[in-house]
């Protein structure tokens, strides 16, 4: 079972951020939270992971609240190639191997 | 171009047929993953493999049956399907599996129908 809630759908203006949420209330202690996203017809794509501060790479920012029980995907200037499933994990400790759980995730449209 | 290749990329079979799909990781990783994605569901992990041993089979049915012959390539043997089992199915490899940094790569998939 996904341990995360997402909006179904959200959409954005092209150039503007786009803030993603995702809410984690029962995440414990030693899980992360990874963020995929899925283009129509390929294959999902890692974008970023975090466990308690705040990470930034190439693609976006993870922004993960001090209590951990929710986190905000940033794509800073959104473009229309951005438009894609968003998937939010959380990730299962050792016990649990290598199991990334996907749930419905949230589609985003970004619009000219 | 994510360093994961499948193909066929469309597959197109009958219930009595039988098919491969081929997934082939130019990454050096030693973990290599099927996944199927059914129409509006949620990906659902069906077989892992690490250093060519399988580490996980979350119930599949035996009318799939995987082979590794090594890290780099991974088969998923098809026979008897069902129309049921149309579907996306996505090949994924990993570097250090299980670990809290491991990053999937998927392939683009096999568009699988079954008539």
């Known amino acids: 079972d996904a341990k995360t809630t997402q909006p179904t759908s959200m959409d954005c203006a092209e150039g503007r951020a786009a803030n993603l949420p995702c809410n984690h209330s029962t995440i414990s202690g030693n899980e992360y939270v990874y963020w995929y996203r899925q283009i129509h017809s390929q294959g999902p794509q890692y974008i970023i992971h975090?466990?308690?501060n705040n990470e930034t790479n190439e693609m976006a920012s993870l922004i993960i609240t001090e209590d951990r029980k929710s986190s905000t995907l940033i794509l800073p200037h959104a473009t229309l190639r951005d438009t894609a499933v968003y998937y939010c994990?959380?990730?299962?400790?050792?016990?649990?191997?290598?199991?990334?759980?996907f749930g419905a995730g949230t589609i985003l449209r970004v619009k000219s | 171009e994510t360093g994961v290749t499948q193909t066929p990329r469309h597959l197109v079979m009958g219930m009595t047929n039988k098919k491969s799909l081929k997934c082939e990781q130019h990454?050096?990783?030693?973990?290599m993953y099927w996944y199927k994605q059914s129409a509006k569901k949620p990906l659902e992990l069906m077989f892992v493999y690490n250093f060519k041993e399988q580490t996980e089979n979350n119930s599949v049915p035996s009318r799939f049956s995987p082979e590794c012959p090594n890290s780099s390539h991974l088969f998923l043997h098809l026979h008897t399907l069902q129309p049921e089992d149309s579907a996306l199915y996505l090949c994924?490899?990993?570097?250090?599996?299980?670990?809290?940094?491991?990053?999937?790569?998927f392939g683009s998939g096999t568009q699988l129908s079954v008539l």
């Open positions: 994924a490899s990993s570097q250090a599996p299980g670990s809290f940094n491991e990053k999937l790569f």
């Open positions: 994990i959380v990730r299962g400790d050792m016990e649990y191997g290598n199991k990334l759980v």
């Open positions: 990454l050096g990783h030693n973990a």
């Open positions: 975090g466990l308690k």
